[in-house]
């Protein structure tokens, strides 16, 4: 291992594989568990985004709307339009999903014209 390797690791540039690991503790004749002592005993951010994304998932598809949301958007090939469509639902997202003043003011009822009667 070079020491540009190790100060990479040190400062979590890279990170150091399972079989790395286990291979470093053939070497010092010491358990797993020596390299993880005195850590705090709290999840990980991984862990706590993952929990995150399960919530929002779960919350996605128990709603109506996010069955019909995900089976349409899974139906899309092109690419450039998913990440399209996911610019505008973050954007809308962003803006808390508020109405424009013109939107959320009071319609007029629709008018038909005599042709049409």
């Known amino acids: 291992m070079t020491f540009q390797q190790v100060q990479k690791y040190e400062?979590?540039?890279n990170r150091v594989s399972a079989s790395r690991l286990q291979q470093a503790c053939n070497v010092l004749q010491v358990p797993v568990q020596f390299?993880?002592?005195g850590l705090p005993k709290?999840?990980?951010g991984a862990r706590?985004?993952?929990d995150t994304s399960y919530?929002?998932?779960s919350n996605l598809l128990s709603s109506a709307e996010g069955i019909a949301l995900a089976k349409g958007f899974m139906q899309i090939?092109?690419?450039?339009?998913?990440?399209?469509i996911v610019k505008l639902v973050t954007q809308i997202g962003a803006s808390g999903g508020r109405k424009s003043e013109r939107a959320s003011s009071k319609r007029e009822p629709r008018r038909t014209s005599a042709a049409n009667k």
């Open 55 to 57: 919530a929002l998932i």
């Open 77 to 84: 090939e092109d690419r450039a339009v998913r990440r399209h």
């Open 11 to 13: 400062k979590g540039v």
């Open 35 to 37: 390299f993880f002592d």
């Open 42 to 44: 709290t999840e990980t």
């Open 48 to 50: 706590r985004r993952e």
